[in-house]
Antibody, heavy 121, light 108 residues
Framework: QVQLVESGGGVVQPGRSLRLSCAAS????????MHWVRQAPGKGLEWVAV????????YYADSVKGRFTISRDNSQNTLYLQMNSLRDEDTAVYYC??????????????WGQGTLVTVSS | EIVMTQSPATLSVSPGERATLSCRAS??????LAWYQQKSGQAPRLLIY???TRATGIPARFSGSGSGTEFTLTISSLQSEDFAVYYC??????????FGQGTKLEIK
């Protein structure tokens, strides 16, 4: 079955960087768009970024555009989120989520368990 | 950006009763709408996509309806494991993909 395992979260100071990873298994990773979705403590879900199945297309939420970069390594079945210039408001649990098909439109049919990023001085 | 608005924020229902949750889009999303369930401390789980199609393994007591701007998630006979937070999400106009703020379904 589909398994998504995030890692790389932790406590980081404002202005610093962090890279999250999501290891995928149980499906043909290279055949699906992949997303990052975050959830601030006690808040709702916020979509962060998406990358196409082959990495050629990437889209971001305005709140992270220019600071975060989504990427993937299909040879390693791994999704990444490089987060730079982190702010207090980036504190959240970050989930990776699998798009339902190779091409959009997408809903998210599988989710990882999430990794907590805390931005604090 | 399409704004998704869920109501009510909190719904108190007794086990065995029916629960009806609403989701409204600020403009038409056709039937490009999904529902997710999130239990405390867990990741969200897909329930419904295409406004009315149950995801794999989702019990028949969960049903979705609607199109355009008005959508409903109905849980026909609440079980103890159904008490959770429910989110709707549109995938018609993106980026960004947008979620509602959630409805907390609690035991009455």
């Amino acid at each position: 079955q589909v398994q998504l395992v995030e890692s790389g979260g932790g406590v980081v100071q404002p202005g610093r960087s962090l890279r999250l990873s999501c290891a995928a298994s149980g499906f043909t990773f290279s055949g699906y768009g992949m997303h990052w979705v975050r959830q601030a403590p006690g808040k709702g879900l916020e979509w962060v970024a998406v990358i196409s199945y082959d990495g050629s297309d990437k889209y971001y939420a305005d709140s992270v555009k220019g600071r975060f970069t989504i990427s993937r390594d299909n040879s390693q079945n791994t999704l990444y989120l490089q987060m730079n210039s982190l702010r207090d408001e980036d504190t959240a649990v970050y989930y990776c989520a699998k798009g339902a098909y190779q091409l959009p439109p997408w809903w998210f049919d599988s989710w990882g368990q999430g990794t907590l990023v805390t931005v604090s001085s | 950006e399409i704004v998704m608005t869920q109501s009510p924020a909190t719904l108190s229902v007794s086990p065995g009763e029916r629960a009806t949750l609403s989701c409204r889009a600020s403009q038409s999303v056709r039937t490009n709408l999904a529902w997710y369930q999130q239990k405390s401390g867990q990741a969200p789980r897909l329930l419904i996509y295409g406004a009315s199609t149950r995801a794999t393994g989702i019990p028949a007591r969960f049903s979705g309806s609607g199109s355009g701007t008005e959508f409903t998630l109905t849980i026909s006979s609440l079980q103890s494991e159904d008490f959770a937070v429910y989110y709707c999400q549109q995938y018609n106009n993106w980026p960004p993909y947008t979620f509602g703020q959630g409805t907390k379904l609690e035991i009455k």
